[in-house]
C-alpha cells in the first residue's frame, strides 16, 4: 500500500488550491485520514483530519477556509484550501490509517506536496 499527494503549485495569496492524496492497494478497514503540513524551519503541524465515520476536525488556523473530503471509495482524500494566506506555505502530507484484521493501526504516509503561496 502506498499514498501519493497531488495538487500542490505556486498560487498568489487570496487563492484556491487542492491537494489529492491517492491510495494505492487494498486496506482491510479505515481509521481515518489526516492532512499535515511542514513549513520550512518549523516542525510538522496537523491541519485537518476525517474519522472512519467522517467526523472532520480542522486546525483553528485553516477553520472556514479548507475543507477535507474524501472520494466515494474512501481511497482518495482531498484537501480544498481557499483563501490561502501566506503561511500556507509548507510541504503538505497526507497520512491514511488502515485498522488491520489482527485488531491494530498501521499508518501510510506520502512523500508530500509543495504549496507556495506568494503575493
Known amino acids: 500500500v502506498k499514498v501519493a499527494e497531488s495538487g500542490g503549485g505556486s498560487v498568489q495569496a487570496g487563492e484556491s488550491l487542492t491537494l489529492s492524496c491517492a491510495r494505492s492497494?487494498?486496506?482491510?478497514?479505515?481509521?481515518?485520514m489526516e492532512w499535515y503540513r511542514q513549513a520550512p524551519g518549523k516542525g510538522r503541524e496537523f491541519v485537518s483530519s476525517?474519522?472512519?465515520?467522517?467526523?472532520?476536525k480542522y486546525a483553528t488556523s485553516v477553520e472556514g477556509r479548507f475543507s477535507i473530503s474524501t472520494d466515494i471509495t474512501e481511497s482518495t482524500l482531498y484537501l480544498q484550501m481557499n483563501s490561502l494566506k501566506h503561511e500556507a506555505a509548507a510541504v503538505y502530507y497526507c497520512?491514511?490509517?488502515?485498522?488491520?484484521?489482527?485488531?491494530?493501526?498501521?499508518?501510510?504516509w506520502g512523500l508530500g506536496t509543495q504549496v507556495t503561496v506568494s503575493s
Open positions: 497520512m491514511q490509517c488502515e485498522a488491520t484484521v489482527t485488531g491494530g493501526t498501521t499508518k501510510y
Open positions: 492497494g487494498d486496506i482491510y478497514s479505515s481509521c481515518g
Open positions: 476525517i474519522s472512519s465515520r467522517g467526523i472532520k
